[in-house]
């Protein structure tokens, strides 16, 4: 598929490496491409940083991975080019969370109107296990995601995969706000338990699973 990563940061880098390896287009937005040489050479010729325009234009499936006050803004001033596409945040809200009770990706989806395809992903797997998806245990960790459109859930949850983790389908985008307030209790016990590593991740196991 040809995905866009907006952002160059740890998880754009975690991300776009993992499904360059798996054999997909990436290419990355950013504020400033011209001054991403390092990370550039980090990930390689077979893909390229642009800005957001251009890297959004550039993807079927649109990766949201710049920090969460920058994404309604983001996905508002380019809300034409994002209509009809695939678009994945994983950005955390913290502090900033809805008051009313929305989750941060229906704001997303709010932002970009009619025709949004908006899903939630990612949110409580910490960047430094993105290329690591098999836990100590030897099982792949889950990555939860949310949303309303089947379709495209299920182009999401085949990009999981490739990247050898376990798709869990939590639900419609409004469980998205689960998601959201998962993520402090996940970094407080990462801290408590395991010392703050960022490795760790929560797995849901049933009979069935
Ligand atoms: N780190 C994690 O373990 C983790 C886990 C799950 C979800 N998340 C979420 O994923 C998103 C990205 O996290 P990250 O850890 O990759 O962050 P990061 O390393 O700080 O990178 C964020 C990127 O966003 C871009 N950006 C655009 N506008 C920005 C602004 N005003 N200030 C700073 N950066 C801006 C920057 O790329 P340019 O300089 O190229 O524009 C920057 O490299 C966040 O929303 C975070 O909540 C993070």
Redesign the pocket.
Known sequence: MRIAI????????GLGKGWLNAGHFVA??????E??TA?QAEIGADSR?YGFEGAITAGEVVV????????AP?ARKHSDLLRDKIVID?????DSQPSDGRAGAEITAEAIGDGARVLAA???????TLLDPVDHTGQPRDVLFAGDDAAAKSVLAGLIADLGFKPVDCGPLRAATMLDLS?PIMIEMDGRLNGGQ?NSSFRFSYPES
């Open positions: 907006l952002g160059t940061g740890r998880m754009a880098a990355f937005g950013s504020r400033r491409p001054t991403k990370f940083v949201m991975a710049v920090p969460y006050a920058e994404v983001l994983i950005t955390n809200p913290f990612f949110k409580g797997n910490f960047s430094g993520v960022h």
